[in-house]
Every structure is written in C-alpha cells, then in structure tokens.
C-alpha cells in the first residue's frame, strides 16, 4: 500500500467500524466486561425467578380470594387469634428472600475480587485526562523519548493489560467503555485507574458518562484493539513528528494553521505548534472521527468543523475560524497530510 | 352512639355548630392569608404539589420528544440540561416529599382523633415557604435562569469556575427553602404523633399509616441537615469564595457527593415509606380484613429507616472511594431489600385471606406490587459494585428510580387519592375514569420506562440532549416516548375525574369504604374541629371492632380552641392547652424569610439586613394578645 | 353485624391541667425536634471537617490554629451562663414571676457578653473564610454556632420583655421552661465545637 492509500483504507475499516460501533454491556470484548456479564447473567436469572414468584403469590391470591364490598363485615378475628400458617409461609418467603441475597452478594464480592486482581504484567500505560469535552491520552513509557500524546482515539494490543490513569482537567467526566469494562469517574484533584483488557480485536465505542455541561451528550471516544504488532506500528506513527515533505499547497496550510488561531489552542509535533488547550492533531488524518466521536473524519466534516463548529457540536470551545476558500483548502491539504 | 351530624342530639348540635365557629377559617381576602385549619392548609399543599407534579411532567414530556428520534433538534443542548435538571428537581423536592407530608397533614389528626395539628401556625408558615421556594424556582426557569448542572448537582461542574451566574444559586436555595418546610412539618407531625393521639391509642394500636409518617419524619430530621450543609456550603463557594469543593485550595469535590448522598439516599425513603402507609390502610380496607404482621410491619419500616442511612455511598462506586467501603454498601444495599420484602408479603398474607373488592383505590395498590418489585429488583442489581460500574449513570438506572418511585410512590399515592377523595371532598371519584386513569398509567409506565433498562446496557447514558443514529437506539426510544404520552393521557383523565367529582361526584356519606380507622368516623368533609365529640380508642381497627369507640371525650371547651393532650406510650388523658388562633404572621413571616434567603443569593449582606423584618415578624407571630390571654388565664387549671 | 359504637362512656377531661411542664408540654417537643435537627448539623460539619482533614497533607492549612485566648474564656462565659439558665427554668417551674424576672435579665447580660467575645473570637481565627478549605470549614462551625447563640439570645431577650410587659398566663411559664432547655443545647453543643476549632488543629 503506498503513503496515499494507507490512511484511506484504514478510514474506511474506522468508518465501517464506527457505522456501527460497539458499545453494550451485554456483548462483552475483554476480560473485565465478561465478568461483570456473568455476574449479570446470575443476577438476571435470580431476580426473574423471584418477580415471577411474588407475581404469581398475588395472582393466586387475588384469584383464589372471595370477593366483598364496603358493607361486607370485616373480620377482626386475626386482632385475637394467632394464624399460623400465614406466619409459616411469610416466614419461609422471607428465608428464600434472605438465602438467594446472600447468593448474590458473595457473587457480587467474589466478582469486585476478580475484577481487581486482573494480572497486569507488560502493561500498556496510559493516561487519559478529560476536558469538556474530549478526551487527552499520554501513552507513558519508562523511556521517555517514547511517550506520545493523540486524542479522543486510542489504540491497545489485544491480550495484554491497559492500565488507564484517569484524571480530569476540569470537571467530573467519566470514562465509559463498556465492551471492555465498567466505568471510572474522572475526577480533579485526584487520579483514578482503570484496569483492563481487550481479548478480541475490534473497535469500541465509549462515551462520557458523568454529566459535564453543554456536550455532555457529544463526549465520546473510539478504542481500537489489535495484534500486538499492528499496535506497536500505530504507536510507532504516532511518535513521529509531523512530515516535512510537503506540496506547495500544503505548506500553504501549514502557514494557515500557525498564523490563524489554529496555532492558539493545538499541538502538531515538530512544527513548533505546542498548545495544550485543544486536541493534539499530529496524527489527526489517521482519526476515524472528529470532535471527539462525533463526526466522520472527512473534508466536507473537517471544513464544517473548523469553519462552523457551533453547528455540530454547540456550546463547544472550538471557536468558528472564519477563512477564505483558498485558506481552508490549503489548509485542509495540510491537515491531510498528518497521519 | 354516632356523632356525624346526622344524628346529634340537640346539645351536641348546638356543641357542633359553636365548634365550627371556632375551629373554621377566618372569611374574606385577610382571612384566606390568615388561615390555619390544618385541613385548609393541607388542601392547599397537596393542590400546590400536585400542581408541580404537572409542571415536571410536561418538562419530561418535552424531554422524551427531544429524544424520540436521533440526532433531533427539538431543543439544543443549553434547554435540554436546563430541562432535566427542572424535571429532577420538581419532582424530587417539590412533588414527592412533600406531597407525603401534605397528605399526613391532612390525615393523620383524623387518624388520631384530634382536632388539629400541633402547631397550626407553624404548619401554615411551612406551607407559604414551600410554596415561596418552589415560585422562586419557577420564576428563574422561566427567565432562562433556571438551574442546568443537574437535580443533584455535582462540583465543580455546579461550583463558581464552571457555572457562573445565579442559576445553580437559584437551585441551591430552593433547596434551603423546601429543607425548612419538610423540617418543621417533620417536627410538627412527630410532635402530633406523640403527643395528641385519642385516650387509648396506644402505640400499639396507631395505624401502620401513622407509624409510617412517625418514621419518615425522624428520617427527615437526620437526612435534611446534611443537603442544607451540603448547599450552604455550595452556595458559599459560589458567592463569597469559600472553598469546601475547590481541591485547588484544599476542598474536595467528592465532599459534595458524601453530603448530598448521605441526604440524598434517605429522601428516597422520605418518599417511599409514607406510600408503604397507605398500602396498608387500601389493602386492610378492601380485604375486610386487619394487615396481617402488625409488628412485622412496623419493626419492617423502622429497619428500613435505619438502613437507608448506611447506603449513601452506592451512588459514588465509580468513584475512587476505597474498594473495601465500596463492599460494605453492597450488603447494606441488598439488605434493605428484605424489610420491603416482608411488608410485601405480610400484604399479600392479607390479599390471601381477605375478601377483596377491586375499587380503584385496590387497583393503584396492586399496581405497586408489580412495578415497585421489578424496581426493588433492579435495586438489587445495582447494589453489585460490578454491575453498577456499567449502567451507573445509564438509562438502566433513570428506569430504575422511575420504577421504584413511581411504583412505590405514585401509584400508592394516586390509590390514595381515590380512597381519601370521598373524605376530603365528601364525594366519590368516578370507578369508570378511575379504571381507564389506572390501566393506562399502568400499561403507558410499562411502556415508558422498560425499554430504558435496555437502553442502559446497550450504552446510552443518561443527560444526553441527544444520541447519533448509527447507535441503534432510536427505535426504544421512540417507544419510550410513546409510553409518555400515554401517562399524559392517564394524568389528565385523573383530573378530569378529581375536577368532575368535586361537583357531580356521587355523596360519600362519612365511611364510603366500611373502612375501620377513626378518620372515618365523621363527616365528609369532616368538620372544622374533625370530630363533634372526639372518640376514646378501644383498638386498632376501632370502627371495625367491637368497643372499638367505648367513649367520648367531654368536656373540653367548644368555644375556644381546646384539645387533649396525651402521654406519649399509654395515651391516658394528660393536659387540655388551647392552640393558637388564626393569624396573619406565619404569611408575611414566610414573605420576610423569602426576601432573606432570595436576597442572599445577590449578596452576603442580605442575612443581615433580611434578618431585621424576620425578628419582627416572628416576634409579633408570637406575641400574645391581651383579651385572649385574659380569657385563659380566667379558665385556667394550673398543674 | 354492622359496627356498633355504643360508646356508653364519657370521658370527661374538665378537670385536667391547661398546661404542664416538661414533655407535658408540646413545645417541649418543638424544641427536642430543633435540638435533634441543629445536633445533626453540627455533627455533619464536625464530620465534613475531619474528612477535609483527611485528605490533607498539612492541617491546618497554611494557617497557626486559632488563639486560645478568646475561646477559652467565651466557653467559661457560656457555662456560666448555664447557672441562671437553670436558676429560670426553676423559677418558671414553680410559676415565681418575680424570680423569673430577675434571672432572664441576668442571662440576658450573659447573652450580650458571650456574643461580644463571639466576635472577638472571630478576630483570632488566624484565618479566614475564603483562604483554604480549614478556613471555610472552621467559619463554617463558627457561624453555625453564632446563629444559635444570636437567635437564642433574642428568643432570651423577647420572653424576658414580655415577662415584665405582660399579657402572661400558665403558658408563658412553659415558654420560659423551654426557652431554658434550648440554652442548655446552645451551650452544650457549643463544647464538641470548641474542642474541634480549637483544640484539634494542635494535635
């Protein structure tokens, strides 16, 4: 595949992958979510068998009770007299009740257990810190000419542990994956973690689940599990630095995007853009989606975001940029070469 | 011997006739603001709750069409969070605690067979507070300054940085009003409930109903003092830069969730527990028999109040609050499933052995059994750390506190508005409309909130303005909203039956029902003093029972507003003291107190200086006037 | 058989006390519910202190705790106060309105000292309100606490007018019995604070 074609086939497999993306409790890709789903399944089965019981107790009650009205006498014989057999029976219906809780809860227990002893050996660390309203992660590496920054899309290796550190930039957010685990508020002031593991490869689909304000409903984040080669490959681009062999047009855009107020708010590496305020988009055109899962990442989307962004996402921060046609060609150029 | 009205001797008539002179209303525009009867202010407070069960259903109504379809564009983003904020709030501190504590205003003295509530005016002030706080709201929301962080606010996202201006200000003191109104009633029934029942009631024989609101009030009284801290303290950080959330100067964001939960978990029960009340008082009346379990009952309701204190921290397990707390919620949380469970088998022993009759009232209760379980049940679930971490802040979740407080709350409620209508009004409801109301709340409730279970595990959280369409969940949501419009529906028959059977409805008579607790034994609507002659207690059933009504009580004054007091377990006859008349004060107190809490939100100083016209209004609330003391000090019996 | 009430009694209640002392009473009640809502108050706040001392490094925060000067002897005033406290609650019991008078007024100067080092002690914080959260946190107890002593205070200083104006009856009494039983909570509860502001940032 050569330079040009590359990117485009992997947006088509994230298009396709994000035309219907994965993101239910119930179908479960990794080690953690699968638990969880167990102890879903356990409690499910429990709980229907003590709703169709109680249902069918008054049901049969209802039933079976002869019928009166407000001028049948009431009978006040149960004020003086004990009744036995009621008593025996609410007494037995309390002792199952009590029995099958405790099954649930040393279920529950036994699961909290293993969801916390998850092995973590040859983890990948990262550190996802949320913003309103998308999502920064710094893939750290004991050395640290291998660390590197992306946004709102992220790559793990099927089959081995993802160690997430969860913090938050401003208010609470929290990161939700559900194919993959439960969720984790990210709070400021302190750091969380999050362990878990893909066991299947795909992509996943995960939103912000605590509320944070305007986008609360527009803050989600796509996680592509693959084979560990193919894994090291992404973080391998990722780490390099913007290209430096550009058309002429490109370079246009480049100069675009350092004198408007792209440059204000935005990080691309090794073009002395190093803003922190907005997404880092070194690697934007290898993106599936913008604006935090929001939109397909393609050029009629990227130039509706960057020109009217309170149009896709509103109350967004992004402010609108306003360019001529030759500025947002060039620069879209530019933004295309960033893979 | 009867007393309604019907068959009075003609001492008594003339007895009844000077009682409702003294106990009735003052007339006219000064009269209406002055009045105290605790009838008249519980009508106004139900009416006033209810109105705001109405507004919160049309801000959900307008939040399901938002939803129906993906990617809609209704209303934007800023509307919508200002709408599910409005939703949340009105109904959890404008409709469902108080509504249950405007009921019991209401009921409990004809539970008790007393004449009033302990400190009428009092219970007039907390009503114009309420009312005040829950206006202010309002008012705010219409002006496009009504709350958006949501009905439990969570910093720093409510906090100054991320919410400037008043609107989270505005919420937060509604909050402080609808905290004082709950709180003073609380201690007004506890003090009722101790203090003014009938000689020979007892604690043994008071009606589970009364036991239930004895209960809820204590509750209240530990659970509000912790929201108030919680939204002083917010309100404080907002307004004159404290820093009790801020983790930048040492607070903590999580403080917040320990105290609004620590209050915040109890109000479910402050709803929840007074409905469990009514159940039994519909299930004992149309099974035509006693509840089976009296103690069971009880110990049950205690227990659950006890409980409801040690859960807070289920709300916060995707929080980082260590793993081995996070264990100790789990057991505490399962557990409080069981006292539920027993009440609900204690009633269906009753059903069993009852002799039933299907009247609307029966019907709303039946419909508890089946969504407050299915609720209850998924409350079980959420009690599990791991299944919490997915649906947590999901669909799964708003259906199930949808289920446990519609089920557990509404629909008892609405089984008590069928049943007690007839005494209020002293007409029945329609059976016809009643069934309809019934069944397609039932049938449109189902419809409504079961797809949001499925919904949350498929991935939607919940606060979304909106979701995209490649998510595959347009279809349940559409359903959804169809299930809302269908409660609309029902809604509106119930007020086209409440508003057709106040005129045309057929005439109760004083025990419609053959119901057996002392409420039904007089008039509907009852007199201005409940009872001609107020009756002695002989059981827990005393309409039902043989001597359950062996005497009356004579010889308290007709012409002022004497009642009798009792000793707190054995209720033998202990003091005859005079309540307060009519007045003016509570009213224009609330409006002192209103300008004070309103005024705070634009600036510190107005504690000060609104506190000048409170001192002045509650002082002359309670000052004594001249002539009336006279009068008292010439009957009066020293100790 | 339809229920019968042959009530063949009556109870004739005309010679009970029109008011009584103590939990006889109602407002005895209106205050037990008060103390149980302020007490709870007070707890949550002494609880949320320590909790924000939990997760602090440092305590207090970049701050010297408070000067034991003011507090000290203001916690002695306030005891004290609890002598003539208890001195009008007996005379009220006992329906002497000449002592009643007198030990009103006594409390009403122990009300108007205890307040004027209030605000002393508010000078010697060593912190304020807005510095960092040991601050909020110590104002907040501060003010709780200066509310109940403010709105007991004029409770005090209404009741003890209208003993000297009039118009009184039995009631009155009861009234100044309670008015007593809320003192005894204001000072009593002032003791868990005094020792959380004061002494606690020192260990």
Redesign the interface.
């Known amino acids: 595949m050569t330079r040009t074609t590359a990117p485009l086939a992997l947006l088509f497999a994230a298009a396709g992958a ?4 994965a ?4 179908r479960p890709a990794g080690i953690q ?1 699968e ?2 789903h167990d ?2 399944q356990l ?2 089965a429990i ?1 229907a068998l ?2 169709a019981a ?2 069918a ?2 049901l ?3 039933w ?13 014989s ?2 003086s007299r004990p ?1 036995p057999r ?2 025996r ?2 007494l037995l ?2 002792g199952a ?2 029995a099958l ?1 405790f099954v ?2 040393v ?3 036994q ?2 257990r293993l ?2 002893r998850m092995p973590l050996a040859d983890a990948v660390n990262i550190e996802v810190t949320a913003h ?1 309203w998308w999502w920064e992660a710094r893939y750290d590496d004991p050395e640290p000419g291998r660390i590197f920054t992306t946004a709102n899309e992220l790559h793990i290796p099927v089959g081995r542990p993802v160690v997430l550190k969860l913090k938050s930039s ?3 957010h ?1 990161f ?1 994956l ?1 194919s993959l ?5 990210m ?7 999050l362990r878990l593991r893909a066991d299947q490869p795909g992509t996943y ?1 995960g ?12 803050m989600a984040f796509l996680v592509t599990a693959e084979p560990n080669d193919r894994y090291e490959a992404w973080a391998d681009t990722q780490r390099r630095e913007a290209s430096n062999e550009l058309s002429a047009q490109e370079s246009r855009g480049r100069q675009v995007f350092m004198e408007r107020s792209c440059v204000m708010c935005h990080t691309i590496q090794g073009i002395g853009a190093n803003a922190t305020f907005g997404p880092d988009l070194t690697h934007l055109a290898g993106r599936a989606t913008l604006a935090s899962g ?1 939109l397909p990442n393609n050029r009629e989307q990227l130039a509706a975001w960057i020109t009217k962004p309170q149009q896709q996402k ?2 967004t921060n992004m402010p609108s940029t306003a360019l001529s046609q030759e500025e947002l060609d060039a620069l879209l150029a530019y933004l295309g070469t960033l893979k | 011997m009867n007393t309604t009205t019907t068959r009075l001797t003609a001492d008594m008539q003339q007895s009844a006739a000077r009682l409702e002179q003294t106990w009735r209303d003052p007339p006219g525009i000064l009269g209406w603001f002055s009045a105290i009867n605790h009838k008249t202010i519980a009508v106004r407070f139900m009416l006033t709750t209810m109105g705001f069960f109405l507004a919160g259903g049309v801000l959900a109504l307008i939040m399901r069409l938002q939803l129906a379809r993906p990617e809609n564009h209704l209303v934007g983003p800023d509307f919508y969070n200002q709408l599910f904020t409005m939703h949340g709030t009105t109904m959890m501190f404008l409709f469902a605690v108080p509504v249950m504590q405007a009921v019991g205003s209401y009921l409990v003295p004809l539970m008790l067979g007393a004449r009033s509530l302990a400190f009428p005016r009092m219970n007039a002030f907390a009503y114009w507070i309420f009312l005040f706080g829950g206006l202010m709201l309002y008012v705010g929301f219409l002006l496009d300054i009504g709350p958006d962080a949501g009905w439990f606010a969570y910093v720093p996202l409510a906090g100054p940085d991320y919410s400037p201006g008043k609107r989270v200000d505005f919420w937060a003191q509604m909050i402080t009003f609808t905290e004082l109104s709950a709180l003073l009633e609380a201690i007004i029934l506890i003090t009722t409930i101790f203090k003014m029942r009938a000689p020979g009631m007892t604690l043994n024989r008071m009606p589970l109903y009364v036991w239930t609101m004895l209960v809820t009030s204590f509750m209240v009284l530990f659970a509000m003092p912790s929201v108030m801290l919680a939204s002083t303290a917010l309100i404080t950080d907002r307004l004159v830069g404290t820093h009790f959330y801020n983790p930048a100067e040492g607070g903590d964001a999580l403080l917040w969730q320990h105290l609004f939960w620590f209050f915040g978990h109890p109000e479910v029960y402050l709803i929840f527990i007074p409905p469990l009340g009514f159940m039994s008082s519909i299930i004992a009346t149309f099974s035509r028999r006693p509840i089976y379990g009296y103690a069971a009952m009880v110990l049950a309701v205690i227990a659950t109040a006890f409980l409801a204190f040690g859960l807070w921290v289920h709300h916060m397990y995707a929080t980082n609050v260590p793993e081995l707390g996070k264990s100790f919620f789990t057991a505490s949380s399962a557990m409080i499933a069981i006292p539920t469970a027993i009440q609900i088998f204690c009633w269906i022993a009753t059903l069993w052995t009852g002799k039933l009759s299907f009247r609307t009232p029966l019907l709303f209760a039946l419909g508890f059994f089946f969504i407050l379980t299915l609720g209850g049940l998924t409350g079980v679930m959420l009690a599990s750390v791991g299944l919490d971490l997915q649906v947590h802040d999901t669909f799964f979740v708003v259906a199930h506190l949808h289920y446990v407080l519609i089920g557990g709350a509404v629909f008892p409620l609405f089984g008590a508005f069928y049943y007690w209508f007839p005494k209020f009004t002293g007409r029945l409801m329609s059976e016809t409309l009643g069934r309809w109301n019934f069944w397609l709340f039932f049938i449109g409730f189902n419809v409504a909130f079961f797809p949001m279970h499925l919904l949350g595990l498929a991935g939607m959280p919940r606060r979304v303005w909106t979701y995209p369409a490649s998510m595959g969940w347009g279809d349940m949501n559409l359903t959804a909203t169809v299930g809302a419009a269908i409660i609309a529906v029902s809604v509106l028959l119930f007020i086209i039956n409440a508003l057709k059977s106040r005129r045309h409805g057929a005439p109760a008579g004083p025990n419609p029902w053959g119901a057996g607790t002392l409420e039904w034994g007089t008039d509907s609507p009852p007199p201005a003093g409940n009872f001609v002659a107020p009756p002695v207690c002989g059981g827990r059933y005393p309409l039902w029972e043989p001597d359950g009504v062996p005497a009356r009580v004579t010889g308290l004054d007709d012409d002022r507003r004497a009642i009798l007091t009792t000793t707190l377990m054995d209720a033998r006859p202990d003091l005859r003291p005079t309540m307060p008349s009519p007045s003016i004060w509570p009213f224009l107190s609330a409006i002192a107190v209103t300008v004070l809490f309103i005024g705070s939100i634009f600036t510190p100083w107005a504690v000060v200086w609104g506190a000048v016209p409170v001192a002045i209004g509650t002082t002359l609330w309670f000052w004594p006037n001249r002539k009336s003391t006279e009068r008292q000090v010439a009957r009066e019996v020293r100790p | 058989m339809k229920p019968s009430m042959h009530e063949s009694g009556a109870l004739d209640v005309s010679a009970l006390p029109t008011f009584g002392f103590g939990h006889r009473s109602l407002m005895w009640w209106g205050t037990f519910g008060l103390m149980i809502i302020e007490g709870t108050v007070f707890a949550i706040t002494v609880a949320a202190y320590f909790y924000l001392r939990s997760h602090s490094a440092t305590w207090p925060m970049n701050a010297a705790p408070p000067d034991m000067f003011w507090g000290t002897l203001n916690t002695a005033v306030l005891l004290a106060s609890m002598l003539p406290n208890h001195l009008a609650k007996q005379a009220a019991e006992k329906l002497d309105l000449k002592k009643v008078r007198l030990w009103m007024v006594v409390c009403l100067a122990f009300s108007l000292l205890f307040l004027a080092i209030r605000v002393l002690e508010f000078t010697s914080l060593n912190t304020r309100w807005d510095s960092q959260a040991y601050g909020s946190v110590v104002w907040m107890l501060m003010a709780l606490h200066t509310t109940h002593l403010v709105t007991d205070a004029y409770d005090s200083a209404v009741l003890t007018v209208l003993m000297y104006t009039g118009p009184l009856e039995g009631k009155r009494y009861v009234d100044v019995s309670e008015n007593a039983m809320y003192w005894y909570f204001v000072v009593l509860s002032w003791l868990p604070i005094y020792a959380v502001v004061y002494w606690a940032p020192r260990y």
Do not use: M
């Open positions: 994000y035309a219907e993306p993101q239910s409790a119930l979510a638990r969880i102890l879903w409690t499910l709980c003590v709703f109680v249902l107790a008054l049969a009650a209802l079976r009770a002869p019928r009166g009205d407000a001028a049948t006498p009431a009978d006040v149960p004020l009744e009621l008593r029976n609410v219906a309390v009740s009590v809780l649930l809860i279920a529950d227990f699961t909290d969801l916390n309103q401003d208010v609470i929290t939700w559900p685990h439960g969720k984790k508020d709070i400021p002031g302190r750091t969380a973690l689909r939103q912000c689940a605590e509320f944070c304000g305007f986008e609360h409903a527009l929001v509103p109350g």
